[in-house]
């Protein structure tokens, strides 16, 4: 609690808010939307103890908490309607929708039916459509952005996240909050509604370091590699942070054909200094299938890398964890490191290879400083705050004498 205490200290938010605060959250977010919940009503607890009257005056404040109950039931031949159960009249709503979850079913003809991307991005436009325009302001939520990866035409192909976005802003979406977007160019589309792609740098290397203890974070001991040239723009940032050097891999294709969608992968092919001895963290935006991580991985070790930390915001696994499971089992992956912004299986939480980063607090943080129509720039920075965090990691080494194994 200190760390929420001092945050919002730092920043006086006396302003007041755009309008009473309603977070929905979506079919398959509902644990995350219980816990921004909670982080919020602790934020208003402890503004109310600090500026006491100013959040109870508010219209709205008197709920017991944020989240408005809403509802997408469907009708026995697969067709839904969107239901908002209480009134949202004025309000200042956000929408928590995760796309991936699908987990999150349906009956359709007797038969049940996981919800697909598309499922998920109907319901979100249903619930929008039963607001009627009765809501002050509305800003969705989205952390896996919907059709991100189909975000540019090659061909004759579809736009689709760009028709998505577009959707969204005929309908009256003032904000789009998402994270690690696969392109954030794609906001092109809709260049006069607010786009936000949040990088949950801090987070995911705050994982890191809380489960791992004998990391020595310098250039003699850990590099950073990027695993394509689509994400060295967040590798390099690692690598500036924590001023450490830079590798990167570069992937040859076979342009002849198309295998699942995409040309398949023929060689990782490396640049960059030694890895000899050294600690790898690799960062990207999605895990998919995984293979090709792996296949990174082998690489590494074959130029005699240590242990390999391999960070991913969004982590899939459509293809299943046995690859993973063999590949720690046999030393070659240490960690992969993910955030909870989308689905991820029981089992997968449970493996001992898999570390989560919880975003639930800086999404209340994003929330409430919107809702307060404040500035995001010292959010969306994480410079300062990873290092205040070396700086205490460093120091719980030395105060415990913990050698680097």
Not at 98 to 111: H, I, N
Not at 159 to 186: K, W, Y
Not at 192 to 204: N, R
Not at 299 to 320: D, S
Request: aromatic share 10%.
């Amino acid at each position: 609690m200190t760390d929420f205490v001092s945050t919002w200290n730092s920043e006086s938010f006396l302003t007041c808010p755009v309008g009473p605060l309603g977070l929905i959250a979506m079919p398959g977010t509902e644990e995350m939307g219980e816990k921004v919940n909670n982080w919020l009503k602790k934020w208003r607890d402890h503004t109310e103890e600090s500026m006491p009257g100013d959040m109870r005056t508010t219209p709205g404040a008197e709920r017991q908490d944020f989240l408005i109950k809403v509802g997408c039931p469907r009708f026995g031949n697969g067709e839904g309607k969107g239901m908002i159960k209480e009134s949202i009249r004025g309000y200042d709503i956000y929408i928590l929708c995760d796309v991936g979850a699908y987990s999150e079913t349906y009956d359709m003809f007797g038969r049940q039916v996981p919800m697909s991307p598309d499922d998920h991005f109907a319901n979100l436009k249903r619930i929008i459509a039963a607001m009627g325009g009765k809501a002050k302001r509305i800003s969705v939520i989205m952390p896996m952005l919907y059709e991100s990866r189909q975000h540019r035409r090659a061909s004759r192909e579809s736009m689709d996240c760009a028709l998505g976005l577009q959707e969204l802003e005929s309908l009256g979406v003032s904000n789009i909050i998402t994270f690690d977007a696969h392109d954030p160019r794609v906001q092109n589309a809709i260049p006069t509604t607010g786009f936000e792609s949040v990088m949950p740098s801090y987070q995911i290397f705050k994982a890191l370091l809380k489960r791992d203890k004998t990391l020595h974070i310098d250039k003699d001991h850990l590099m950073i590699v990027s695993p394509d040239e689509g994400a060295i723009d967040r590798n390099i940032f690692y690598a500036s942070v924590l001023g450490l050097d830079m590798g990167l891999f570069y992937k040859r294709r076979d342009y002849t054909r198309i295998v699942n969608g995409r040309n398949p992968i023929i060689a990782h092919e490396y640049l960059g200094d030694d890895v000899e001895g050294k600690d790898i963290f690799v960062a990207d935006d999605i895990i998919s299938s995984g293979e090709s991580v792996i296949d990174l991985c082998r690489e590494l070790k074959k130029r005699k890398a240590n242990r390999i930390f391999a960070a991913a915001t969004f982590a899939l696994f459509t293809n299943g964890l046995d690859a993973y499971d063999k590949a720690y089992a046999e030393g070659i992956i240490d960690r992969v490191i993910s955030t909870n912004l989308t689905y991820r299986t029981p089992e997968l939480r449970a493996r001992d290879w898999f570390v989560e980063a919880d975003m639930s607090k800086y999404i209340s943080y994003i929330i409430a400083t919107l809702n307060h129509d404040r500035s995001l720039s010292k959010l969306l920075n994480p410079y300062d705050r990873i290092h205040a965090l070396i700086k205490r990691y460093n120091a719980e080494q030395a105060a415990t004498g913990i050698r680097l194994v």
